[in-house]
């Protein structure tokens, strides 16, 4: 089974710092990586994944995570925020195949003026 | 992708009634799941819905208490049965297209307050 630990529960940062919001996963079995976005009042939105190859994945609105399989991690960075990037971020994992996603508690940013 | 809808959006219910949640996709997929995320908890997966065949349910879910329905490709019913305060939570949609490589896409969810 897979499991999905995200460390910090909320992060406040100020609007044009830089933000990593981490996560760190459990698997016997090679696993696809996901972060999700949800904006209040919105729905679940995929914000970038990591299937294979280059182990920095790229995704919307200037996000990046890197995968680092020797300490199973997958971290997700911005150089520097904005307002509208507060948000739930959550990181989900699922071993390759189509299985349900497994996710993670979730992380509350809060960018602050 | 996949472009999914629920109804209803928000409850608010009285213990012991049941509540149906409905979930519309605008096309056809054969993987859905039903989440429920408790507050200040993950997103956890209630159960498997593929069309044709039953429900699998995740440990600590059973059918009695989240029945659920899959009709055709597109759609999909979770009925909350005889709530009570400890179901409130907000329940989520989510359909895996089948395409290689692909994510799964969420529905906005239905936040439900049972009283």
């Known amino acids: 089974a897979q499991s999905v630990t995200q460390l910090d529960s909320q992060v406040p940062v100020l609007e044009e710092a830089p933000v990593e919001l981490r996560c760190n996963y459990s698997s016997s079995v090679s696993v696809y990586l996901f972060w999700y976005v949800q904006y209040p009042n919105q729905g679940l939105q995929l914000l970038l994944k990591y299937l294979s190859g280059s182990t920095l994945v790229k995704g919307i609105n200037g996000f990046e995570a890197e995968f680092n399989k020797s300490q199973t991690s997958f971290h997700l960075r911005k150089p520097s925020v904005h307002i509208s990037d507060t948000a739930e971020y959550s990181c989900a994992v699922t071993p390759w195949g189509n299985t349900p996603l497994v996710f993670g508690k979730g992380t509350r940013l809060s960018v602050i003026a | 992708s996949a472009v999914i809808s629920q109804k209803p959006s928000r409850d608010i219910c009285q213990r012991g009634t049941s509540l149906t949640i409905q979930c519309q996709v605008d096309s056809q997929v054969t993987m859905m799941f039903w989440y429920r995320q408790q507050p200040g908890q993950s997103l956890t997966l209630i159960a498997t819905?593929?069309?044709?065949?039953?429900?699998?349910?995740e440990s600590g879910f059973v059918i009695d208490k989240f029945p659920i329905s899959r009709p055709n490709l597109t759609f999909s019913t979770l009925t909350v049965s005889n709530m009570s305060p400890e179901d409130s939570s907000i329940y989520l949609c989510?359909?895996?297209?089948?395409?290689?490589?692909?994510?799964?896409?969420f529905g906005p969810g239905t936040r439900l307050l049972v009283l």
């Open positions: 989510s359909v895996d297209p089948g395409v290689a490589q692909e994510t799964q896409y």
């Open positions: 819905a593929n069309q044709g065949s039953e429900a699998t349910y």
